[in-house]
């Protein structure tokens, strides 16, 4: 149980383009999702909060307008990079939280998505 | 904001010898502590984790400790194995109980099991 899956798993997009990334918890519901962005040998970074059914919340330093977040469903947030340019570059992961509590306040991963931008 | 510092960055060690990791943290409405393990391109999988009432938790090879008052906290793991070579990260969290706190996470541990 607790499965994250992410889509796509990697993506090449020329410099300009948008790209979006789904994140959907496939066997539990989660009203908050969450936003990582990890580049190579680096540590994961919070990008931002997502709520289902309100506005995402944001990191400082993370541009809302550039990074926008659509939390849809109790099992769906997307991630949309608008306007990507090359130092987008980078591994975006989510992670979500079981709404039923089961298991407290653990996390759980999705695989990732490797954008790279030409 | 929360700050989570994480020592050192790699670490060798003989196969069969433990390893220890160490975090320390600022925000001292930090209450929840996990650990995760990373091995190259893939998810990060949570190996064990604490909370601010308890003090330590094992679970078989692996255990935490917490000192709240000296705002740190440290992973042990025993007998290591060759598949315990990873990247191993702290994190913390407020645990308000609503789950909406996102991690912050340490810089990570490139944890090395020399045969």
């Known amino acids: 149980g607790a499965v994250v899956s992410q889509h796509p798993s990697w993506v090449i997009c020329k410099s300009g383009t948008s790209v979006k990334i789904e994140c959907r918890s496939l066997d539990f519901q989660a009203t908050t999702m969450f936003w990582y962005r990890q580049f190579p040998k680096q540590s994961l970074m919070l990008m931002a909060t997502s709520n289902e059914g309100s506005k995402a919340t944001y990191e400082q330093g993370v541009e809302k307008d550039k990074f926008l977040i659509n939390h849809a469903s109790l099992t769906l947030s997307t991630l949309t990079v608008t306007s990507a340019h090359p130092e987008d570059s980078s591994f975006y992961i989510c992670?979500?939280?079981?709404?039923?509590?089961?298991?407290?306040?653990?996390?759980?991963f999705g695989p990732g998505t490797r954008l790279t931008v030409l | 904001g929360e700050n989570v510092e994480q020592h050192p960055s790699t670490l060798s060690v003989q196969e069969g010898d433990s390893a220890v990791i160490k975090c320390t943290y600022s925000?001292?409405?930090?209450?929840?502590f996990p650990w995760y393990k990373q091995e190259l391109g893939k998810r990060p999988q949570l190996i064990i984790d604490i909370r601010s009432n308890v003090g330590e938790k094992k679970d078989q090879r692996i255990a935490v400790t917490l000192n709240k008052t000296a705002k740190h906290f440290s992973l042990h793991i025993t007998e290591t194995q060759p598949e315990d070579s990873a990247v191993y990260f702290c994190a913390a969290s407020p645990d308000s109980g609503g789950g909406a706190d996102g991690l912050t996470f340490g810089k990570g541990t490139h944890l090395i099991i020399q045969p």
């Open positions: 925000d001292s409405a930090s209450n929840y």
């Open positions: 992670s979500a939280r079981d709404d039923s509590g089961r298991s407290y306040n653990e996390q759980f």
